[in-house]
């Protein structure tokens, strides 16, 4: 097998899994404990959000992330003490100081933008960045991820034909984990690949294994480099599962069975990510415990570094909100 990456890369992309997992695991198991109140989970999504890091110039291109993007935001330098402060609503917080709900992701040094709750408007937004890098003459490029569901939203349309239109440098990555919550793909599209709704709009439109970090690397960069070189758009579908509930508020038994979830299951993108470089010589039994190690000692580490913050003050509720000092005539 021709690797696309060098190894110490491949590594750094498992380790990203990996700890991206681990804190995922410790989140819910801080929820049923009590101690933080909401989690979305990355939990089947990983392979997926680490393909398209890698695709990127971390650092310079732009990202307009929706909520399953854990393993995305920490390729991307969002640290897992970061992570538990914005689970914990703590202070300092980078996403919102402690405002927003968890995984409302935001990271100014990463070029990481605000989005807001409304599924599909980060489609909107990513758009809106790529016209301005256009007018601006930049080569950077512009990814945004959203579920399934998300594509049967006006804002979607409307982003993504926008883009099309102007050609802007934009990736449009829909991660397709069969359920829009509880509403299974084909109640609520007509077509059988959600990236066939590209054609429709003059782009083109591609499907990956997004359970194989690998085939959705290289499938994310084809896509970011045609971007960068200024011939537009593309649509990826990155077809994936959602191995846990929704969120820490679903009870996702009321509408699949635990069948199918054991079947995907068998398909972990962790598993294949290290069956995968195990079959390379990459990654060994020595290397897996040892990242196991250090994966716990960053989560013990994020939470004792979480619970000890201190909430926002009460005054300080309504900054930056709302501009303070501003003097009126």
Not at 124 to 153: F, M, N, P, W, Y
Not at 162 to 168: M, S
Not at 195 to 224: Q, R, S
């Amino acid at each position: 097998m021709v690797l696309p990456l060098p190894e110490e890369i491949l590594l750094e992309m498992y380790w990203t899994m990996l700890l991206s997992r681990r804190l995922d695991e410790r989140a819910w198991a801080l929820h049923r404990q009590g101690k933080i109140t909401f989690h979305i989970s990355a939990i089947g999504h990983e392979a997926a959000q680490i393909g398209a890091a890698y695709a990127i110039r971390r650092g310079y291109d732009w990202v307009a992330p929706y909520y399953r993007d854990l393993t995305l935001m920490l390729a991307l330098g969002y640290t897992p003490r970061e992570f538990m402060l914005s689970l914990m609503g703590k202070k300092g917080d980078p996403c919102s100081g402690g405002r927003q709900m968890p995984s409302h992701w935001s990271l100014k040094r990463a070029n990481v933008i605000s989005h807001s709750s409304p599924v599909a408007t980060q489609t909107s937004h990513a758009a809106g960045i790529g016209l301005a890098i256009k007018l601006r003459g930049e080569d950077k490029v512009v990814i945004t991820a959203a579920g399934e569901g998300s594509t049967s939203q006006g804002e979607w349309y409307e982003g993504v034909n926008w883009a099309a239109v102007q050609k802007l440098p934009v990736v449009f990555m829909i991660v397709n984990n069969l359920y829009a919550i509880s509403v299974r793909q084909e109640q609520q599209m007509a077509v059988a690949n959600a990236a066939d709704k590209a054609h429709g709009l003059g782009l083109p439109g591609v499907a990956v294994d997004g359970m194989d970090f690998l085939a959705v690397y290289k499938v994310m960069k084809e896509a970011v480099e045609r971007a960068r070189s200024g011939e537009g758009p593309t649509v990826v579908e990155a077809k994936v599962y959602r191995i846990t509930p929704h969120s820490s508020d679903d009870d996702d038994r009321s509408y699949r069975t635990r069948e199918e979830v054991e079947h995907f299951k068998q398909r972990d993108p962790l598993f294949i990510a290290r069956q995968k470089l195990e079959k390379e010589g990459i990654l060994t039994a020595q290397k897996i415990e040892e990242f196991e190690q250090r994966a716990r000692e960053v989560v013990n580490d994020a939470v004792r570094f979480g619970e000890s913050a201190p909430y926002p003050a009460p005054e300080e509720a309504a900054f930056p909100v709302y501009a303070e000092d501003v003097r009126h005539a």
